[in-house]
């Protein structure tokens, strides 16, 4: 396949974007997440591009974005109460609902389930081209399937081309991990399938009961059996890197980093923790907030470096420091010490 076309946000590029999504092909486009790679949500063959271009398994299901609430019930069925409050309370935004989807939503983009994923994203970039396309795209993150999400352009250059025709480049990605995805469970009740920036609590805000689902809070292997979401069985993230997650105080993760006998090796530790800090660094922010921005970037700035060994000072567990520690503890293949 040819060179990737890099387009701007200029009117002129973002038709030139629409054109060739309508045409099938395959773009790579920023969000306020991380950038998607995105194809006509309604055409077959496009949708298998994404997969082709990814690597991703056929059984993992893409996310359609939507750009008004009329394109979502375009394509999905019953949809409950409490969806509509959240549409109105998260949309456009970091959220995306599990609905029972209509026929006219094919089943390559659903891995065979009978459910959608739906997302309005906030990004203007994306909703103006779903605008211009008319119809809703598929779009799961523009990395190779297992490796780390994209928050820039040159990150989806970098892994996809020659495989994918263009990429349009919004900036750098304002949250900085993937929507929190969840499923409607029996009346005003949600489950939460992947953690994001929109956290637990703000959702109870909206409905009767959030639930995390077991496979999120626990740091073991999910069984493949038991998952509820495909995307929770399969690694993810990793660079080339070997990631440990190390949950301790600042002292201790220094005492634990000593003793390890790697002699390639680096940390990725917060702001407040670099000062006299005794071995090579990198840092990802001071807050959830920030570590969500960064940790993508900074785990394929490791491997631009050739880090061999990379200790991750551990993020909270809760709020937006849940959905860091979920991408982290994937990163590292479940090697966690605590
Ligand atoms: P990505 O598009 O790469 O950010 O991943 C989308 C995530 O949503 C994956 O974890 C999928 O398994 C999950 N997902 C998409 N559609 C469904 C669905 N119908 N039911 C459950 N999980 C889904
Ligand atoms: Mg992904």
Redesign the pocket.
């Known amino acids: 396949m040819k060179d990737i076309i890099c387009l701007t946000g200029s009117d002129e590029d973002l038709e030139t974007a629409a054109s060739l999504l309508k045409e099938g092909e395959v773009v790579g486009l920023p969000t306020e997440?991380?950038y998607?790679l995105a194809a006509d949500a309604t055409n077959r063959e496009a949708v298998a591009r994404i997969f082709e271009a990814k690597g991703?398994p056929a059984d993992?299901?893409?996310?359609i974005h939507v750009s008004d609430l009329k394109m979502m019930e375009e394509y999905a069925d019953d949809i409950p109460r409490c969806a509509y409050r959240l549409a109105d309370a998260f949309w456009p935004g970091p959220l995306?609902m599990?609905l029972p989807?209509k026929n006219n939503i094919s089943d390559i983009v659903?891995?065979g389930?009978d459910?959608?994923?739906v997302r309005m994203p906030s990004h203007d970039i994306m909703r103006k081209v779903i605008s211009m396309v008319g119809r809703p795209l598929a779009?799961?993150?523009a990395n190779l399937s297992g490796s780390p999400?994209p928050t820039t352009a040159k990150h989806v250059t970098d892994d996809m081309n020659g495989r994918i025709a263009a990429v349009v480049d919004g900036g750098e990605c304002s949250v900085g991990v993937?929507?929190t995805?969840i499923?409607f469970e029996g009346y005003d009740s949600v489950r939460i399938?992947?953690p994001g920036l929109v956290t637990a609590e703000e959702l109870s805000r909206y409905v009767d009961e959030v639930i995390v689902d077991e496979n999120i809070l626990s740091d073991v292997v999910p069984e493949v059996k038991e998952v509820?979401?495909?995307?929770?069985k399969?690694k993810h993230y990793s660079p080339e890197a070997h990631v440990v997650l190390v949950r301790y105080s600042l002292e201790q993760f220094i005492k634990y980093v000593s003793a390890q006998p790697d002699d390639s090796l680096c940390c990725l530790i917060y702001d407040q923790d670099a000062e006299n800090f005794p071995f090579e660094y990198m840092t990802y922010g001071s807050t959830p907030v920030e570590q969500a921005q960064q940790i993508f970037s900074k785990l394929r700035e490791a491997d631009k470096r050739g880090i061999k060994n990379l200790y991750v000072r551990s993020p909270e567990k809760d709020g937006v420091g849940l959905a860091v520690y979920n991408r982290l503890i994937r990163a590292a293949g479940y090697e966690v010490v605590e």
């Open positions: 997440t991380v998607g991703r993992n299901p893409l996310i995306t599990i989807k659903t891995g389930l459910t959608v994923a779009a799961p993150s999400s993937e929507s995805v499923s399938l992947r509820r979401s495909p995307g929770m399969y």
